[in-house]
């Protein structure tokens, strides 16, 4: 592994290994990565796997185009046939599948978008493409449609083929129009004069798509999606036929069977979920009866709000019983079962109150106890206490915890206070025995003990001890008044000792201050302050003189210590001005460019001599040179400092150099066996500027590093050199491909030629420098045909968008159009207007790319806006028709069963149990205004009252369903005619007729 893999993204490393596995677990939105891995890894597996995740088309395809490996190529063009075949399947818009299916050639992928896409347009179009014969036969095995495969047949003509399909094919029609075919084939003399329509191509025989459909709904299996199923089939409806349409009874009568029948499978479901929704409800009944929790009444409420929104009266009768007992009966069990809970609680409850009410009466007598410090009378009262609490043993935790927590508070209390009963006598006995000893030593040595002050103090301290310990305290009394006493015998024999010392030491201060006053005239710095300083700690030295005398002494000799001290004040000011004007520079100097100018060593030198200087003249009071000194300290480290981080930066750059310039000569050793001569000669000239501009480096590794890198530069320009007339010979030979491919373009070709031309100029740059003689010559002779073909390319592709600009202003009319119409009420016309301007859209080359789909949408959405209406309009008319031909219906039926009731000889016996029903129903209801008992003539005057109504509302209602109208009429007309043959003489009822045919 080299050193720059650590620095490098992992689809980047050497090993092409861990690139493969990088590739693998990139997503598809890292196009532009997976773009450069394709072109540039050299791995085939690589650029295979990271062509798998792209899904750029365009970039798919320039890829396809051009030349390398033939491997990787074919996988690109297997990614891009794989993305338009998934375009394809999942496409909404039939015109954009189209758009994507022209640009496929490929029979296999042809083959499996024919075979897995639900539209028979595609299919179609599909097989239109394909001519290997057997692609078609597989196709027509697998349920390709009549469309397509009438299609299909038309493009077979080998017997062996056609009878495969006429055998295997999915469609009945398509087996029997390759039958067909295969008999011409086979039997010339026949040539086929059949009327047999079904066979002949879906173009020839309109009502074969309309028959298809109208099979796939009447073989419609029902399930969740029957309804929305049912809906695309209407549209699919509405689309191939138009106005009384011959199969429309067909369509309308199976697409009512499916409505039927999916709400026959909706009962069924919705009634399994009521009874598994019952038995859950009646399980958690049971479990809460049984558990029995706190919250056990409002998951009740819960289950019962549930069982009423169950609804199970929708059951049959006696499952409705059923469950309705049991959910009754777990209500009366749980109800039950709470009351004897209840009465459980409320027992436990009181036990519970008396308990702890005894309990909370210790606990407040133990913690009035805690806080009582009459300790003996206390300790009785614990006794008690405790034994009361032991017999009531207790189990609350927190009581417990009570109880205990005031005992031991007291325990504490008391024994806190013994304690310091006991540490107070003992510090007042250490107290009275540390007293003694002090009086005891200040008697023994009274020149350097207590001052007498102190002295009075103790014996005040020792009248005030002691309290706690009297007999102590007698006992050692007169051990302390004997000390006393011998101290103050003591200080009076050394006061007057102390005079005749006082007069000596002022000879001494006398000698010192005039040392002082000698080195003040003198005028010297160096040193002085070393002698002052020595004279003041010898006048420290020496004890206090005469009272008298004490002032004047003292004013001489400090005196004469500050006109010293000042003078080598002054003098150290001057020094630490010279010290200022020589690190003015390096403060000055923040970056390291300005630190360069800077002689660190000769200013070292310098300030080094200025602070011998300052040394020499010595210490001076802290008060008098406090700043001075620590402004001179801080000054002097601050340069020093700033020398060390000079030199400090200047190693760490030249480190930092060693490290880059390490690098350098890694990358160009690594490149210096490159044959990609353009991109590697740029590198290395790019690695030789980068060495120039890195600074300098440690003197050890400059050389050895120098000789490493100019040695892999040399190589590599050595075999560049000796390319060059290789290379002269591949640019001539892409000089003549171009000059091949541009001799004669047509306009067809220019894109395939501009992307083979941009192929080989992507071939020219990887290409290696030729001999300096030939290099414009060559140059000159490859890139002038490549300008003309752009040159005449982009005339052609200005031409292309103003055509399909035009094109464009052509949709945009037909769009206004289409928008304009969907609004209309004009079924027939604006249908047909309609479809003609869609045929003319077809008609239509594309139009500008960034705008052709915006008016697809609009053009579509408004022919879609259109036919949904004429769909709802005609789906309302026939549910109006529906309407009335009940109403008729009704009315034959009362025709009938009044004809039954005055004429029950001459009305036959209808075959139809539920049509009986109904009629002895309404029969029921005119025997009580229609018959009158013992006069015919009424009756017959009021059943012919009876039948002009019947007859006035007949004519009231509107039309019926066409293929009904005549069976509705013939039987509203064969019950009227029961009246006419048996009381036509009576002239009251008259025969009844059709809309048109005249009046009543």
């Known amino acids: 592994m080299a ?266 479901a919705h009634q399994q979920k009521i009874r598994i929704e019952a038995r859950n409800i009646c399980s958690e009944m049971e479990k809460l009866k049984t558990a029995m929790p706190e919250d056990a009444p409002g998951q009740m409420e819960k289950l019962r709000l549930r069982w009423q929104a169950c609804d199970v009266s929708l059951l049959p009768a006696q499952e409705t019983r059923k469950q309705t007992e049991d959910f009754e009966k777990l209500t009366a069990a749980f109800f039950l079962a709470c ?74 209390e008391r024994e806190i206070f013994t304690e310091k009963q006991k540490k107070e006598a003992a510090a007042q006995e250490k107290h009275l025995r540390e007293l003694c000893e002090k009086a005891e030593t200040a ?112 004013k001489r000799f400090h005196a004469a210590c500050d006109e010293v001290y000042h003078r080598c004040l002054a003098q150290k000011k001057e020094i630490y001005a010279r010290l200022l004007a020589l690190t003015e520079p390096a403060e000055a100097a923040d970056a390291d460019d300005s630190a360069k100018d800077i002689h660190w060593t000769d200013t070292a030198e310098k300030i080094k001599e200025i602070q011998t200087c300052w040394n020499a003249i010595g210490s001076l009071p802290l008060g008098l040179e406090k700043d001075l000194r620590r402004d001179f300290q801080e000054e002097c480290n601050a340069f020093f400092e700033k020398r060390r981080a000079f030199y400090r930066r200047q190693d760490e750059k030249r480190q930092e150099n060693l490290k880059r310039k390490t690098a350098i000569c890694e990358k160009a050793e690594a490149l210096s066996g490159s044959r990609d001569w353009n991109r590697t000669a740029a590198e290395l000239r790019k690695l030789q500027r980068e060495w120039k501009e890195t600074g300098p480096v440690p003197r050890s590794e400059g050389d050895m590093l120098w000789a490493g ?70 140059w000159e002779r490859f890139h002038v045909p490549c300008d003309a073909f752009f040159s005449r390319r982009k005339a052609y592709f200005r031409q292309r968008d103003e055509e399909r600009s035009a094109n464009q202003a052509r949709k945009e009319e037909l769009t206004r ?20 301007l869609q045929q003319e859209w077809k008609n239509i080359g594309p139009a500008v790319r960034k705008t052709e789909q915006e008016l697809w949408t609009r053009f579509r959405g408004a022919c879609d806006a259109f036919f949904q209406r004429r769909k709802d309009f005609f789906a309302e008319k026939d549910r109006s028709r529906l309407e009335n031909l009940k109403k008729k219906e009704w009315l ?19 075959q139809n149990p539920v049509a009986t029903a109904e009629h002895l129903h309404i029969a029921l209801d005119y025997k009580e205004t229609i018959l009158v008992p013992g006069n015919p003539k009424e009756s017959w005057d009021r059943a012919r009252q009876k039948v002009m109504e019947i007859q006035k509302e007949w004519k009231s ?33 008259r025969k009844p007729a059709r809309e048109g045919e005249g009046k009543e």
């Open 3 to 268: 050193l720059t893999d650590f620095m490098k993204p992992r689809w980047k490393h050497s090993n092409p290994e861990i690139r493969l596995k990088a590739v693998q677990e990139m997503k598809e939105d890292e196009n532009e990565v997976l773009q450069e891995i394709a072109i540039t890894d050299g791995d085939p597996d690589v650029r295979m796997e990271a062509i798998g995740k792209i899904r750029d088309e365009h970039f798919l395809q320039d890829f396809a185009a051009s030349k390398g490996d033939s491997a990787v190529i074919r996988a690109a063009a297997a990614r891009l046939h794989h993305i338009w075949k998934e375009k394809i399947l999942s496409a909404q818009d039939t015109e954009q599948a189209k758009a994507v299916l022209a640009q496929i050639g490929e029979p296999d992928i042809l083959s499996a978008i024919a075979n897995e896409t639900e539209d028979p347009d595609i299919r179609f179009l599909a097989v239109e493409k394909i001519s290997d014969p057997e692609h078609l036969c597989r196709i027509a095995e697998n349920n390709c449609g009549l469309k397509a495969g009438l299609a299909i047949v038309e493009k077979l003509d080998s017997p062996a083929d056609l009878r495969f399909v006429s055998e295997k094919a999915s469609n009945k029609k398509v087996k029997k129009h390759a039958r067909c075919k295969l008999d011409r084939l086979e039997n010339p003399q026949k040539n086929g004069n059949t009327s047999d329509t079904s066979a002949l191509p879906a173009q020839e025989n309109p009502d074969g798509e309309a028959a298809e459909i109208c099979i796939r709904l009447e073989n419609m299996p029902i399930s969740e999606n029957s309804l929305n199923l049912l809906a695309e089939i209407r549209e699919q409806w509405q689309q191939v036929s138009g106005e009384n349409h011959p199969l429309e009874t067909r369509f309308q009568t199976a697409a009512a069977g499916v409505e039927k029948r999916y709400a026959a499978y909706e009962h069924a």
């Open 339 to 412: 009351e004897k809970k209840a009465e459980r609680d409320r027992a436990a409850e009181k036990h519970r109150r008396e308990e702890e009410e005894k309990i909370e009466f210790l606990c407040e007598q133990a913690e009035a106890l805690s806080s009582d410090t009459q300790w003996a009378s206390a300790e009785e009262k614990w006794k008690d206490l405790n034994a009361q609490w032991e017999k009531e043993n207790v189990s609350d935790t927190a009581a417990a915890a009570r109880f205990r927590k005031a005992r031991e508070h007291w325990q504490q």
């Open 443 to 554: 008697c023994s040595a009274p020149e350097s003990g207590i001052p007498e002050p102190d002295m009075r103090s103790l014996q005040q301290e020792w009248r005030e001890s002691g309290e706690l310990i009297p007999e102590l305290k007698n006992e050692l009394n007169p051990r302390f008044q004997k000390a006393c006493d011998s101290f103050f015998s003591r200080q009076r024999e050394l006061r007057e000792n102390m005079k005749w010392e006082r007069w000596a030491n002022l000879n001494q201060k006398e000698e010192i201050c005039l040392l002082a006053e000698s080195a003040a005239r003198s005028g010297e710095s160096e040193g002085m302050a070393e002698i002052i300083r020595e004279a003041q700690k010898k006048w420290k030295s020496i004890g206090p003189v005469p009272k008298e005398n004490s002032g004047e002494i003292w």
């Open 817 to 836: 159009r289409a928008e304009a119409l969907a609004g209309s009420t004009l079924w027939k016309e604006t249908a047909d207007e309609l479809k003609t």
């Open 892 to 910: 034959c039926c009362c025709l009938e069963a009044l004809a039954r009731l005055l004429m029950p000889e001459n009305t036959p016996d209808s």
């Open 709 to 778: 890198f100019r040695a892999a530069c040399d190589r590599f320009f050595e075999r560049l050199k000796a390319e060059e007339p290789e290379n002269l010979k591949k640019k001539e030979a892409l000089c003549l491909q171009v000059e091949e491919l541009t001799r004669a373009v047509q306009d067809e070709d220019m894109e395939e030629t501009g992307r083979e031309l941009i192929g080989l100029q992507k071939e020219w740059k990887e290409i290696g420098p030729v001999p300096a003689a030939s290099a414009n010559a060559v």
């Open 957 to 989: 209602i509107g039309p019926v369903p066409q293929e009904k109208d005549e069976e509705i009429w013939k039987r509203f007309r064969s019950a009227a005619d029961i009246f006419f043959t048996s009381r036509s003489e009576s002239g009251t009822i």
